[in-house]
């Protein structure tokens, strides 16, 4: 990719953009100034990116997003512009630097990791989408852009679909490029122009995907890209699974003595704190919630599956229980209102009974005294025959019966005695 940088200018700005390897903030070699390097300072910073996520006191996203799944840290383009990155807050002054990863396929598409300093000293693993069966090493120094012959390719067995380890091993006298425990490369120091390009000062860790093919690409990263990205097959995703970085120098800050950029003028502070690390190095790392759960040892998990299925089997028990008991209640309810709806229903027929015996009485009343008075000749009969009967001793000597005295005799033994 440098090669093309070299032929334009316009390529190499853009370049800088989407990747930052020929931009830095400030350069040692120009300034004196410069602020000094947060140092990883451990022999063995590891993080495994299933269990947990990069914290920002460690990590600086410089382009999102970075999703966690299954595989990791997935560094997903899922649409054009998109070119998930990030570096590391602290910079290793010689050391190891290995990552397990995959990258991603499409054609034109970058997956990298590399290591660069503030004098942009570099050195790159880096995959061509388009190419599922090499890899490309690579290292810059001091910035020189011109110097593009040092790329090598290497055969790799399908590094898309298989969890490789790209291991860096780096110290003052040589550079070494492993992939699964194998030296594919070896750069001595004096081999590197007598040392003069050889990386050497203090370096950050990158790791992203970009689109070399993107259409807006100048021709010449279209190319060296393995040709123009076709959207239409995104996600594009390069995994990493986990990342192990070794400080050769453990100190708490690294800072350029003076403008050589050469090993030996770089000083080692031990004087601040040392950066708060995540990952297996920090009890206090950030997961995902699935991280979380991942995390919990097996008994664990039983134990909270036990206890969530005895809360979920619970809650269905009482749920039941008390549909159950609302059936049951309106059971009884319904009962008792049948009872009471019966027992008015009882005391209506009752009622109702007693109420036609009382007119059935009335009316035997009624007809009785109709009895009495209808046939009036029996009641008067019997008034007359009591009267008749009394009337008889007292008018016995009245046997002349009158009318008067008939009709009032009537009168008297049927309304009042
Ligand atoms: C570094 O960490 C790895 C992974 O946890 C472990 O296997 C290795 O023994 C550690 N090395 C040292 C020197 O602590
Ligand atoms: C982190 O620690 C856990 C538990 O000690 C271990 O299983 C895991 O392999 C470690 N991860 C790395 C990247 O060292
Ligand atoms: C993160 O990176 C951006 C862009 O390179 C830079 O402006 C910012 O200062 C960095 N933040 C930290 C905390 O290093
Ligand atoms: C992959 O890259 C290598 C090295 O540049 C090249 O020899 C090979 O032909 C490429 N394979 C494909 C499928 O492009
Ligand atoms: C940059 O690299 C080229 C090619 O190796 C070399 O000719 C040139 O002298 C280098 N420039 C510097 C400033 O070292
Ligand atoms: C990765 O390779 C390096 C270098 O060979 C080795 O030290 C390290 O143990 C390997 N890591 C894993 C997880 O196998
Ligand atoms: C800081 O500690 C490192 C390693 O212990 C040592 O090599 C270095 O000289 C120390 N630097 C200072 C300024 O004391």
Redesign the pocket.
């Known amino acids: 990719m440098h090669s093309f940088q070299a032929t334009s200018v316009a390529l190499l700005s853009l370049l800088a953009t989407a990747y930052g390897q020929t931009f830095t903030s400030c350069n040692p070699l120009e300034k004196t100034d410069c602020p000094p390097n947060t140092a990883l300072g451990v022999a063995n910073y590891t993080i495994d990116f299933s269990q947990n996520t990069m914290s920002d006191k460690v990590w600086n996203v410089t382009a999102r997003p970075i999703n966690y799944g299954d595989d990791g840290a997935e560094f997903t383009i899922a649409q054009q512009g998109q070119s998930p990155t990030v570096q590391s807050n602290f910079f290793i002054f010689f050391g190891q630097v290995e990552i397990i990863m995959k990258p991603a396929a499409g054609q034109g598409i970058v997956s990298s990791m590399v290591l660069q300093s503030m004098d942009l000293d570099e050195v790159d693993w880096e995959f061509i989408g388009g190419n599922n069966s090499y890899v490309e090493t690579n290292f810059f120094s001091k910035g020189n852009q011109t110097d593009y012959g040092n790329a090598i390719w290497y055969p790799i067995e399908d590094p898309q679909n298989t969890w490789h380890n790209y291991t860096l091993d780096w110290s003052p006298e040589k550079l070494d490029w492993i992939i699964d425990g194998n030296v594919i490369r070896t750069l001595k120091y004096e081999d590197a122009n007598n040392g003069l390009k050889f990386p050497q000062t203090p370096c950050d860790v990158r790791l992203g995907i970009w689109a070399g093919g993107d259409p807006k690409q100048p021709q010449g990263t279209i190319d060296w890209a393995g040709g123009e990205t076709n959207y239409d097959d995104v996600p594009f995703t390069m995994a990493v699974k986990s990342l192990r970085v070794s400080d050769a ?4 800050q690294y800072v350029y003595g003076d403008t050589s950029g050469s090993w030996q003028s770089i ?5 601040t704190k040392p950066i708060p690390l995540d990952g297996n190095n920090s009890a206090s790392s950030s997961q995902t919630v699935s991280q979380k759960w991942n995390g919990l040892p097996q008994t664990t998990k039983y134990i909270v599956i036990g206890v969530v299925c005895g809360v979920v089997g619970l809650a269905i028990l009482v749920f039941a229980f008390c549909c159950i008991r609302q059936r049951r209640a309106g059971k009884h309810e319904r009962l008792l209102e049948d009872a009471k709806y019966e027992k008015m229903q009882g005391e209506v027929m009752a009622y109702r009974a007693d109420m036609n015996r009382m007119r059935n009485d009335r009316k035997m009343m009624t007809a009785a005294s109709v009895e009495h008075f209808s046939p009036v000749s029996p009641m008067m009969g019997n008034a007359g025959a009591a009267f008749h009967g009394q009337a008889s001793p007292m008018m016995g000597g009245g046997r002349s019966p009158n009318q008067m005295g008939y009709g009032y005799a009537g009168g008297r033994g049927y309304q009042k005695y």
């Not at 000083?267 to 004087?271: P, T, V």
């Open positions: 120098s453990r100190g708490t000083k080692i502070l031990n004087e």
